[in-house]
């Protein structure tokens, strides 16, 4: 017998805490119970007591005489209700009594998984368990979360009542943490994350040293059955490998097993539906992976260093470059990649630079891109012969719809350089995101950092009076041509610079000007309507510097979001900012208000002014503080019209005349009244540099095009400069 309770951790013998319930004979423990989430314990003794303890601490939270020994003791899994049993020898049944305890010190509702257990490895089916509480169990619901980190956000399944869920669509090999989030009218629980790895017993082995059924995965493959599974064991496999049946190919992490391509071309071609490839390192080749059928599942890779080649045939564009390239493949899924050090190859002639994207996506509809990570990816240079930077983008959708686009990083993407003999080639173009002729498509929680236009041609071969620089490319996040029906919401877009103007010749008495600087803008909006905007949070970008030259060129400025004319029709809610300022942009509403806002940020939010009124009517516009606002820059002299555009799907690459600097602009709308407003540091884009440079911007405090009944009363306008 002993009159003490013990309370141990479970992974060390040393006591935490002990406590004596008295002495005497009649005075030792009988009976020891234990929550299942390890919080509270209960403890009988024969001296007639019930101690109730938390496990934190040695002194019961209450002690109840019961006048009989204590016997039996038991206590729910989650602490919330406790029993005992009491009865003296010698008694009759009639002497015994049972007693039940409510401990209000257990929040409700309680929620504990059991099962699988932390660390298991198992195969089909996976069945998530737990225990559960609540004072109303019929309002009692269940949120899941299931993903690869250690704290799992993706939601898989919602209010559901039963205390268990089976996941669907796990990958081979791959660990899962869960957790679950019981509701009921009084609040919410969250349980301990577990976590369990999905396997399951390969069909074939393939060892590069011979330890397995084939040292070649191409061998594995040829030899598949439809529906096998392949597992790839460390090694370097110098190959180019096609699937053309369903098959799931799974390597041993993307730092041990690399699939090396063997010529400029394409290292993993997918034909076949219903294929997963997932845990290799993918290098060499112009092409990691191309797919061309549905059903696809592409995780957890590594693709790195691919070098499309440089072009031969005079006046061509440079060979494109891709980590991933889908056409023709719906239902896709791409998670879990990182994708860096893709470079396009050089134009030839007058032959612009190659294209290079990490994720491109042709003529492919209902599927996801999440939780990728894409830098370092960069367009061709351009021909020798007065032409542009190849385009460079981290994620690229052409005529694809209903594509899920989230959680992906994009970052540190440089564009290309200009080349010219003769004239002036434009810095490459650069976009986080490019989408064109693509519909209905969301973009969320994306990060887009440090991107950087490519620098224009330098001219400083001789001195001669055509010779002035190329101007620096457009740097961009997202960038929409022909594109509709998307919503793009809750994305970072930060560090978004333009590319620097290009050099000149600086001799004699030559007229020669250094290039105009790019535009960095957030969001790039091209013929594209009722496309959704909200909760996007834009900051510190920039315009490139001017060349150096006779004329040094002119350095550019940056905008959070440039509409053209033919893209007035979006949705952009004023949860949008842009370096802490609302993006303040009114498009067809009615009796509608803005008032009080102080938008004085040194930055552009739009390319028409800190606040915008379109198609709308019955606005008022009043007590708002503006200041600070500068219209983009003309282009250097001597820089062609003909040298703006890298192709009809690419973004403006610089801007031939000044743009106006304006406070607030009212476009094609009726009875709008604008009063009491302070409109302040409003300057106009500064002229190009050269001999005949183009001119610079207006500055304009309050500007009304096409729009009539209107009201402006009371404004201070003060400190314009063109």
């Known amino acids: 017998?002993?009159?003490?309770?013990?309370?141990?951790?479970?992974?060390?013998?040393?006591?935490?805490?002990?406590?004596?319930?008295?002495?005497?004979?009649?005075?030792?423990?009988?009976?020891?119970?234990?929550?299942?989430?390890?919080?509270?314990?209960?403890?009988?003794?024969?001296?007639d007591n019930a101690y109730f303890f938390s496990k934190d601490n040695s002194t019961p939270l209450w002690t109840y005489l019961n006048n009989k020994d204590v016997r039996t003791a038991s206590i729910s899994s989650d602490g919330k209700f406790a029993t005992i049993g009491a009865y003296e020898d010698g008694e009759t049944d009639s002497g015994s009594n049972v007693s039940l305890f409510k401990n209000s010190l257990v929040d409700r509702p309680s929620i504990i998984p059991y099962g699988p257990r932390s660390?298991?490895?198992?195969?089909?089916?996976?069945?998530?368990?737990?225990?559960?509480?609540?004072?109303?169990r019929s309002n009692l619901t269940f949120d899941v979360y299931l993903g690869t980190n250690s704290n799992p956000t993706i939601l898989v399944a919602n209010d559901i009542t039963n205390l268990s869920y089976t996941p669907s669509g796990l990958s081979l090999d791959t660990k899962y943490y869960w957790k679950v989030i019981a509701t009921d009218p009084t609040g919410s629980?969250?349980?301990?994350?577990?976590?369990?790895?999905?396997?399951?017993?390969?069909?074939?082995?393939?060892?590069?040293?011979?330890?397995?059924?084939?040292?070649?995965?191409?061998?594995?493959?040829?030899?598949?059955?439809?529906?096998?599974?392949?597992?790839?064991?460390?090694?370097?496999?110098?190959?180019?490998?096609?699937?053309?049946?369903?098959?799931?190919?799974?390597?041993?992490?993307?730092?041990?097993?690399?699939?090396?391509?063997?010529?400029?071309?394409?290292v993993v071609s997918i034909t076949a539906d219903y294929v997963i490839l997932s845990y290799f390192k993918i290098t060499d080749g112009s092409v990691g992976v191309e797919i061309s059928s549905d059903y696809g599942n592409l995780s957890n890779l590594n693709i790195t260093g691919l070098q499309a080649p440089d072009q031969t045939v005079d006046n061509q564009v440079g060979e494109s470059a891709f980590a991933i390239y889908g056409n023709n493949s719906n239902y896709t899924k791409i998670s879990y990649v990182q994708i860096s050090e893709i470079f396009a190859g050089k134009g030839k002639g007058t032959g612009i630079g190659g294209f290079a994207s990490g994720i491109h996506l042709e003529n492919s509809k209902n599927g996801s891109i999440e939780y990728n990570t894409l830098y370092n990816i960069t367009g061709g240079v351009g021909g020798k012969d007065s032409t542009n930077g190849g385009f460079s983008s981290g994620v690229s959708l052409y005529n694809s719809d209903n594509i899920s686009v989230h959680n992906n990083s994009v970052k540190n993407i440089d564009g290309s350089l200009g080349k010219s003999n003769y004239l002036n080639g434009v810095g490459g173009a650069v976009a986080g995101f490019l989408i064109v002729q693509s519909d209905e498509n969301y973009f969320r929680d994306n990060d887009i950092e440090n991107l950087v236009g490519g620098k224009g041609s330098s001219r400083n071969t001789s001195c001669c009076w055509v010779k002035s620089g190329g101007v620096g490319g457009v740097s961009t996040g997202f960038y929409f041509k022909d594109s509709f029906s998307n919503k793009i919401v809750d994305n970072k877009i930060i560090e978004i610079n333009g590319g620097n103007g290009g050099s000149a010749t600086t001799c004699g008495e030559c007229y020669n000007a250094g290039g105009s600087g790019g535009l960095g803008i957030g969001i790039y909006l091209r013929n594209s309507t009722d496309n959704l905007f909200s909760g996007n949070n834009l900051s510190s970008f920039g315009g490139g510097s001017g060349g150096s030259g006779k004329k040094p060129g002119t350095s550019n400025t940056a905008f959070g979001l440039y509409i053209e004319t033919d893209s007035f029709g979006n949705s952009i809610d004023l949860t949008n900012e842009y370096d802490s300022d609302e993006i303040v942009y009114i498009y067809n509403k009615t009796n509608y208000e803005i008032s009080n806002y102080i938008l004085t940020a040194d930055s552009n939010p739009t390319n028409y002014g800190k606040i915008v009124i379109v198609d709308s009517d019955n606005v008022t516009i009043s007590n708002n503080t503006i200041k600070n606002y500068q219209g983009y820059s003309g282009e250097t002299w001597n820089t062609y019209a003909d040298t703006r555009i890298v192709s009809e799907d690419s973004p403006l690459l610089s801007v031939w005349i000044a743009g106006s600097g304006v406070g607030i602009s009212v476009y094609n709308s009726e009875y709008i009244t604008v009063q009491n407003n302070t409109i302040s540091g409003i300057d106009g884009g500064k002229g190009g540099a050269g001999g005949d440079g183009r001119i610079g911007g207006e500055a304009v405090g309050i500007y009304v095009k096409h729009s009539h009944n209107n009201k402006l009363l009371n404004n201070t306008i003060f400190d314009l400069t063109g």
């Open 189 to 266: 629980s969250t349980s301990s994350t577990m976590n369990f790895t999905y396997t399951t017993v390969p069909d074939a082995i393939v060892d590069a040293n011979g330890n397995g059924d084939y040292t070649s995965i191409q061998d594995a493959i040829d030899n598949a059955t439809a529906g096998d599974y392949i597992r790839v064991w460390a090694g370097i496999y110098n190959e180019n490998v096609l699937f053309d049946k369903t098959l799931t190919l799974v390597g041993n992490g993307t730092s041990n097993t690399t699939i090396k391509g063997l010529n400029d071309g394409t």
């Open 119 to 136: 660390g298991s490895e198992l195969d089909e089916p996976v069945t998530l368990r737990w225990f559960a509480g609540s004072d109303d």
């Open 1 to 47: 017998h002993d009159d003490n309770v013990y309370f141990w951790d479970k992974d060390s013998s040393s006591v935490l805490w002990s406590y004596n319930v008295g002495t005497g004979s009649s005075a030792f423990v009988k009976i020891v119970s234990i929550s299942a989430d390890g919080n509270y314990i209960l403890a009988g003794s024969d001296n």
